[in-house]
C-alpha cells in the first residue's frame, strides 16, 4: 500500500456541483490539495468555489458536460496549466435511470453508459500524460454497490457500474509498474441529488434516495482510502452487509433483491 498526504495533491473532481463530488471536493481542498471542480452547473460550481474561498482554499472550476470531448479537453487543459501534472483524477460523475427493463430503451441505455462508463475512461484515456507527471498518482472511479451485484430496475446503471468496475481492476493490473493507483469507491445509497436527476423515472418502481449515508461521511472514507493506498472502499455498512451476502449465498441475495430492492 502506498500510503500519500493529501497536502499539495494536485487533483480533478468531475461531478463536483453537487453529493458525493462537492463534498469530496470541499474535503480535498481542506486537506491542502489544489482542486479543478467540473460538471454542468456553472452557477453550482461558482457557490463551491465560494465556499472553498471563504474556508480559505481555492477550487478552480471547469463547466461541462463530461460526455462531450470539448469539456475534458478544457479541464485537462486547465490541470495541465495550472498543475503541471495530475495526482489525483476523481471519476465521480453519475447518473442513474430506475425504470422496468421492458419500457426502457436504446437512449436510456446509451445515456447512462455515456456518463458513468465511457466518459471516464476516456477521461482516464486523455489525462494519462498528466498523470504519468504526477507524484504518487492515483485514478479514483466512484461505481455503486450496484456494479457488483444487480438489483431490479436499475439494468442499465448497473451494467454501467459493472462495467467501470472492471474496467478499473483490469487497469489497476496494468497500471501498477507505472506506478499508477486505481481505487474503485462503491457507495449504497447516500443523500444526494442522485435520485432527482435521473435519467429515465418510472414512478413506483425501484428504491429511492430516502435514507442513506451522508454524502461528507462518504467523502471522509474516500479521502482516507486515498491516504492509505486502498484499492476498493464500499462506505456503507448496508452496502458491505449485502456484498458478503451475495458472495456467501447469491441464492438468498436474490431472494432478497426480488424481494426488498
Ligand atoms: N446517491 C447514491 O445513492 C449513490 C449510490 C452509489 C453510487 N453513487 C454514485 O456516486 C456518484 C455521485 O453521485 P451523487 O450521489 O453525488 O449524485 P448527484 O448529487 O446527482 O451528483 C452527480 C454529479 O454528477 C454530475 N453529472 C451528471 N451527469 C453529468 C454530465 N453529463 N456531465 C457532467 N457532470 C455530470 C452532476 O452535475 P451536473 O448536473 O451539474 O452536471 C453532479 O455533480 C455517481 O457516480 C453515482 O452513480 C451514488
Redesign the pocket.
Known amino acids: 500500500m502506498t500510503r500519500r498526504a493529501i497536502q499539495g495533491c494536485r487533483a480533478i473532481v468531475?461531478?463536483?456541483?453537487?453529493?458525493?463530488?462537492?463534498a469530496l471536493a470541499l474535503e480535498l481542498a481542506h486537506g491542502g490539495a489544489q482542486v479543478v471542480a467540473?460538471?454542468?452547473?456553472a452557477e453550482?460550481l461558482a457557490a463551491l468555489a465560494e465556499q472553498a474561498a471563504a474556508g480559505g482554499h481555492a477550487i478552480e472550476t471547469v463547466h461541462g458536460?463530461?460526455?462531450w470531448p470539448a469539456t475534458r479537453a478544457a479541464l485537462l487543459a486547465r490541470a495541465r496549466e495550472r498543475f503541471g501534472g495530475l495526482d489525483l483524477l476523481v471519476n465521480?460523475?453519475?447518473?442513474?435511470a430506475i425504470q422496468d427493463f421492458a419500457q426502457s430503451d436504446e437512449r436510456t441505455l446509451r445515456q447512462v453508459m455515456e456518463?458513468?462508463f465511457f466518459a471516464p475512461v476516456e477521461m482516464i484515456r486523455e489525462a494519462m500524460p498528466l498523470l504519468r507527471a504526477g507524484r504518487r498518482p492515483m485514478i479514483i472511479n466512484?461505481a455503486?454497490?450496484?456494479g457488483h451485484r444487480g438489483v431490479p430496475h436499475y439494468t442499465e446503471y448497473c451494467a454501467s457500474?459493472f462495467a467501470l468496475v472492471g474496467f478499473s481492476e483490469s487497469l489497476r493490473a496494468e497500471l501498477y509498474d507505472a506506478g499508477i493507483d486505481v481505487l474503485v469507491v462503491s457507495?449504497?445509497?447516500?443523500q444526494?441529488?442522485?435520485f432527482d436527476?435521473l435519467v429515465a423515472d418510472q414512478p413506483g418502481v425501484g428504491r429511492r434516495?430516502e435514507t442513506?449515508v451522508p454524502?461528507d461521511r462518504v467523502a471522509r472514507a474516500v479521502v482516507r482510502a486515498i491516504r492509505r493506498g486502498r484499492h476498493e472502499i464500499v462506505p456503507n455498512s448496508e452496502g458491505r452487509l449485502l456484498l458478503w451476502l451475495n458472495r456467501l449465498s447469491p441464492r438468498l441475495a436474490d431472494a432478497l433483491v426480488r424481494r426488498f430492492g
Open positions: 468531475t461531478g463536483a456541483s453537487s453529493g458525493i463530488g462537492r467540473t460538471a454542468r452547473r453550482r458536460d463530461i460526455t465521480n460523475a453519475g447518473a442513474g456518463v458513468n466512484v455503486s454497490i450496484l457500474k457507495p449504497g445509497t447516500t444526494s441529488e442522485f436527476a434516495g442513506g454524502v
